[in-house]
Structure formats: structure tokens, C-alpha cells
């Protein structure tokens, strides 16, 4: 079964400032990657994915995540954060488990908070 | 098109009892999975359900169960409710199954135990 590290718990950041969410997972044949955003008493939202091709994705809201395979990493970027990006970010890996069926395994979370 | 449904968006429950909690998935999305999310464990998978057949599940008791209807609507239940039991239980509903397919999310249900 897949694993999923975020290596941060929480990223205190400037508004204005760039910011970095780590995520790295357990290696496998193929991967399908994924970052999800959860807003306060909120579901979550999909932000980017990596299913194949280039390995520099662009998502919603300025995010941009690189898929890296030798180091089994997918880590989330913004040039400029913003107050309104103040938020929890999940990455997240599918994996098959049988039966024509795929689970999606998530990291832990980062709490990401973005300081006036 | 309407989000995924969850109702409801809150309830208080006795230890001992059960709770029913429904999803209303994206139209035309077969595929419905449930999610427990906690502060300690954070997301975990409960089980996924596809055409009205559960097609994977998570590691859970067999105290939580789940069903889906021929509308694709899902329900979870959760008997002899404990305090452990308490959390934010998200449905996420997929067009198909595959492992490329993004799930969407609903804004979940917060369970307390007490």
C-alpha cells in the first residue's frame, strides 16, 4: 500500500511571500498524485494533479506542484501567498487495490497560515 | 451541477447508539467513497462503492457499514457508537473508478459523540 509524508504540520508565511508544502510518498510503478485544500469547516477541493506527461503541474489559485520521481516527491509551490490561501493542503496518492478499484491515500495535512 | 450532498452537516450522538448519514453524490457519478477525518489519525478511508457494490473498504470494525442505492446515493452507519467515534466523515463521489479520476468532496458531517 501507498504512504503519504508531509513533511511539515504547519508553514506560518508573509503575505506576499513564496511558500513551499513538502509531500513525498512510498514508491511504486506508477503514481497518480494529487493536492486537496480544505478551507475551515469545509470538504476539500482538488488544486492540481499529476497523471502523466509534464512534470511541472499547474493547478487553481496560483499553486503549482513538480513531480519528481527519483526522489518520490510532489511538493506544492506559490510565488505570493495571499490571506485567502490560509488553509489546510493535502497531498494525496492512489493506488490499486484490486478489483478494478483504486484507493487515495492521504498525508497527514499542512496547515498552512499566511501572516499579514 | 450540484455538489456532492451530505446531510446532515451536524449531529450529537450517545455512545451506544447508531447514526445514519447520507450522501448525495455529483450527478451521473457512480462511484462513492466515504473518508473518517480526525485531528490524531487525519483522513482515513472507510470504503468506496461503485454500481451499488462495495468495491474496497477500509481498515474499520464492522461496526461501520455502508450501502449504495440505484440512484448512486450512499449511506453510512455506524452502530454502538463510541467516543473514538467522533470525527468528520467526508463522502467524495468519481465519475468511474480508476485511479486518475478526481473525486470530488462534500462539506462532510461532524459526528459528536458524548
Known amino acids: 500500500a501507498q504512504s503519504v509524508t508531509q513533511l511539515d504540520s504547519q508553514v506560518p508565511v508573509f503575505e506576499e511571500a513564496p511558500v513551499e508544502l513538502r509531500c513525498n510518498y512510498s514508491?511504486?510503478?506508477?503514481?497518480?498524485l494529487f493536492w486537496y485544500v480544505q478551507y475551515p469547516n469545509q470538504g476539500l477541493q482538488l488544486l492540481l494533479k499529476?497523471?502523466?506527461?509534464?512534470?511541472l503541474v499547474k493547478g487553481i489559485n496560483g499553486f503549482e506542484a513538480e513531480f519528481n520521481k527519483s526522489q518520490t516527491s510532489f511538493h506544492l509551490r506559490k510565488p505570493s501567498v495571499h490571506i485567502s490561501d490560509t488553509a489546510e493542503y493535502f497531498c494525496?496518492?492512489?493506488?490499486?487495490?484490486?478489483?478494478?478499484?483504486?484507493?487515495?491515500?492521504f498525508g497527514k495535512g499542512t496547515k498552512l497560515s499566511v501572516i499579514p | 451541477k450540484a455538489g456532492v450532498t451530505q446531510t446532515p452537516r451536524y449531529l450529537i450522538k450517545t455512545r451506544g447508539q447508531q447514526v445514519t448519514l447520507s450522501c448525495s453524490p455529483i450527478?451521473?457519478?457512480?462511484?462513492v467513497s466515504w473518508y473518517q477525518q480526525t485531528p490524531g489519525q487525519g483522513l482515513q478511508f472507510l470504503f468506496e462503492?461503485?454500481?451499488?457494490?462495495?468495491?474496497n473498504k477500509g481498515n474499520f470494525p464492522g461496526r461501520f457499514s455502508g450501502r449504495q442505492f440505484s440512484n448512486s446515493r450512499s449511506e453510512m452507519n455506524v452502530s454502538t457508537l463510541e467516543l473514538g467515534d467522533s470525527a468528520l466523515y467526508l463522502c467524495?463521489?468519481?465519475?468511474?473508478?480508476?485511479?486518475?479520476?478526481?473525486?470530488?468532496f462534500g462539506q462532510g458531517t461532524r459526528l459528536t459523540v458524548v
Open positions: 499529476y497523471l502523466s506527461g509534464s512534470t
Open positions: 467524495a463521489s468519481s465519475p468511474s473508478l480508476g485511479g486518475n479520476t478526481e473525486a470530488f
Open positions: 450527478s451521473g457519478h457512480r462511484s
Open positions: 514508491s511504486s510503478v506508477s503514481v497518480y
Open positions: 494525496a496518492v492512489t493506488s490499486y487495490s484490486g478489483a478494478g478499484s483504486y484507493q487515495l491515500t
Open positions: 462503492y461503485f454500481s451499488e457494490t462495495q468495491r
